[in-house]
């Protein structure tokens, strides 16, 4: 007579794997003991059988994936050149940019308000000196002969003019200072 427990079991075991429902319990000893009769019973379950060929299935796609992507690799390797070529280019752009940009920050730092007011003050303060330069060398020349013949009207009226000449761009130039400076002048934002 079966033990209670061996029916339960076979019958979990029979429920689980169906396919072993025909095995005596001789044959189902034999299987656990026998190595090689448990891979034979083993590899014929339909489960392992469906296992091994989706498996195989898998491995099958895998290499063809595998050769698609060979087939990909000589456009892959140009394409990677074209691209490094592309980005080295676009970073030899940027620094050419960054050059360009400080150039131009350059030339327009000529035309900025400041500078240009920081450059009318210098050309003014360079005509008083030029003016008085040319004064005192007048003065000088004429001290250095003092005869009434040294000096001819001549020289003198192209003194006075050259002296005028001078000044009034002197002058002008500190007229234009002080109304910069009094807000009198407006730049257009062109």
């Known amino acids: 007579m079966e033990h209670p427990s061996q029916n339960i079991v076979n019958t979990h075991l029979m429920a689980d794997f169906p396919e072993l429902a025909h095995l005596a319990r001789e044959d189902l000893e034999d299987l656990l003991a026998d190595p090689a009769y448990f891979q034979a019973i083993f590899h014929s379950l339909p489960q392992v059988k469906l296992l091994y060929q989706g498996q195989a299935d898998l491995g099958a796609a895998n290499e063809n994936i595998a050769k698609n992507n060979l087939?990909?690799?000589?456009?892959?390797?140009?394409?990677?050149?074209?691209?490094?070529?592309?980005?080295?280019?676009?970073?030899?752009?940027?620094?050419?940019?960054?050059?360009?940009?400080?150039?131009?920050?350059?030339?327009?730092?000529?035309?900025?308000?400041?500078?240009?007011?920081?450059?009318?003050r210098h050309a003014t303060i360079a005509q008083d000196d030029i003016s008085e330069a040319r004064a005192n060398a007048f003065v000088q020349g004429s001290a250095s002969d003092p005869s009434p013949a040294g000096l001819s009207g001549k020289d003198i009226d192209d003194f006075v003019k050259e002296f005028r000449e001078l000044r009034k761009t002197y002058h002008k130039r500190v007229m234009w200072g002080e109304r910069w400076a009094s807000g009198d002048v407006a730049w257009p934002d062109d």
């Not at 990909?72 to 490094?84: A, C, F, G, V």
């Not at 050059?99 to 920081?118: A, G, N, P, S, W």
Request: net charge negative; proline share 0%; hydrophobic share 35%.
């Open 71 to 120: 087939a990909y690799q000589e456009d892959l390797y140009k394409l990677r050149s074209e691209t490094q070529e592309a980005f080295d280019k676009a970073k030899s752009l940027e620094a050419r940019w960054k050059d360009i940009e400080k150039e131009q920050r350059e030339v327009y730092q000529r035309f900025d308000t400041q500078f240009l007011l920081m450059r009318l």
